[in-house]
């Protein structure tokens, strides 16, 4: 049977049409995504990025300490990391690579995370440096200095949602959060693999102090994804300095201490003036970050009119000035009136906010879900004895919980040392521990 001529001439056409279609898709389906630009938003050609890949071009850093500078050179890279909320984000941390020559079969590398800067971006220890000239991290200048002469290779992240905004960094720091924290430092050492290849050994071990001895740990949890994301790459082991192990067991030390010292009748002493700082200023950056993750915080129910005007008003302000600005606040409380007591001042509701369910919840389900696991690798553990920040028996229980559960815990206790004295009180037993975890002679 013969078709007819329009008929035929409709056939061929819708035939073309769905030729037509079908090649639309596959030219859809081969061709590449979207590349992401500094801003992690697309730029128009498509390339997919996975996490840990190098965004564009080291950048050469500015205001460089001599210390570290007299044996390293310093870039600032940008790399992509998952983010708190489940999307992929743009990350920046500081890359120091020794002056000496790489080893026969490359540099290993430390992954350093540092202590506790604040929640905006410009908070970040990588800012700070270029913008202002301040070395953000403590005392750790020197302990960094002392790891690149080891002819070790360090990249520093800033932390998720801390970095240039220029750089595409954007808003959100994951305080104590541990995939938060535990991811910026893998992707970190993910990213320092991919960009310089063979002159890394593959080998790496993440090391903090405070806030970062935490994220020391987290990335120790973590540290399977980076074998995963580069085989490459072969975690070795874990340095902490002085991390805060268990916040509300921590408060609830302070807490008693601040009580007993507003008990007594007599004017508050500097030190104990500094503990109400303490308590009081940087749970602004938990808050921040425990609403910024999706937990049903109010902060109404955590602070009085005093704090919750800073937290409102403050949370962009980084940790040394906002400890300055509640220092002074407390001040002209207890001046005001001779019946004001420490325990009275209108800040964080004492030790009150840790039986909150969702508070409760956001450290059983970050610091308590890291104390309960077993974590790969040993873990060098420094601790000072006079470290009011981390309190003698936090320490141990947590270090005694983590044993139980099979951890290779050895924990140095450093008499006489203060918090920001560990990485000075310490190095020659983390330098110790580097030569056997990278086999250094």
């Known amino acids: 049977m013969t078709s007819h001529p329009i008929a035929q001439r409709a056939h061929q056409g819708r035939f073309r049409s769905r030729v037509a279609l079908v090649l639309l898709l596959a030219g859809l389906l081969n061709a590449a995504p979207p590349a992401w630009g500094a801003d992690g938003g697309p730029t128009g050609t498509v390339e997919v990025a996975s996490d840990g890949d190098v965004v564009g071009s080291p950048t050469p850093l500015r205001n460089v300490p001599s210390v570290i500078a007299d044996v390293a050179d310093g870039e600032l890279i940008v790399y992509r990391m998952p983010g708190i909320q ?82 595409g960094v954007p808003e959100g720091h994951g305080y104590y959060n541990l995939a938060s924290e535990g991811n910026s430092m893998v992707y970190a050492a993910v990213a320092a693999q991919r960009l310089l290849g063979d002159r890394l050994s593959g080998q790496w071990a993440p090391a903090g102090w405070s806030e970062g001895g935490f994220a020391a740990l987290a990335a120790a949890y973590y540290s399977d994804r980076a074998a995963m994301a580069d085989p490459a790459l072969e975690y070795r082991g874990t340095i902490t300095l002085a991390p805060v192990p268990d916040v509300p067991a921590m408060n609830r030390v302070l807490w008693n201490d601040i009580e007993q010292a507003a008990r007594s009748g007599l004017p508050p002493t500097e030190h104990q003036i500094e503990q109400l700082v303490f308590a009081n200023a940087e749970t602004i950056y938990f808050t921040r970050t425990e609403r910024y993750a999706g937990y049903d915080i109010d902060p109404t129910a955590i602070y009085g009119p005093n704090m919750l005007r800073f937290y409102r008003e403050n949370w962009r302000t980084c940790l040394d000035d906002l400890n300055r600005l509640v220092k002074q606040d407390i001040q002209n409380y207890l001046a005001a009136s001779p019946a004001n007591r420490l325990t009275t001042y209108p800040g964080i509701r004492g030790d009150t906010p840790n039986s909150l369910p969702e508070n409760r919840r956001f450290y059983a389900e970050n610091q308590g879900r890291l104390e309960n696991a077993t974590l790969p690798g040993s873990i060098l553990w420094l601790y000072g004895t006079d470290d009011i920040t981390s309190p003698a028996t936090v320490t141990w229980n947590v270090v005694n919980k983590m044993l139980i559960n099979d951890n290779d815990v050895n924990l140095a206790v450093l008499e006489g040392a203060g918090h920001y004295d560990v990485s000075t009180a310490g190095l020659p037993l983390i330098q110790a521990r580097l030569k056997q975890l990278f086999t250094i002679t």
């Open 86 to 167: 489940g999307n992929q984000i743009n990350a920046t941390a500081m890359l120091f690579l020794p002056t000496q020559a790489p080893p026969a079969g490359g540099w290993p590398l430390v992954v350093w995370g540092h202590g506790t800067v604040g929640w905006a971006p410009e908070c970040a220890p990588s800012v700070q440096l270029q913008e202002h000239g301040k070395w953000a991290d403590g005392p750790n200048a020197a302990l960094l200095a002392a790891i690149l002469k080891m002819n070790i290779a360090v990249v520093a992240p800033d932390y998720e949602g801390l970095g240039p905004v220029a750089e």
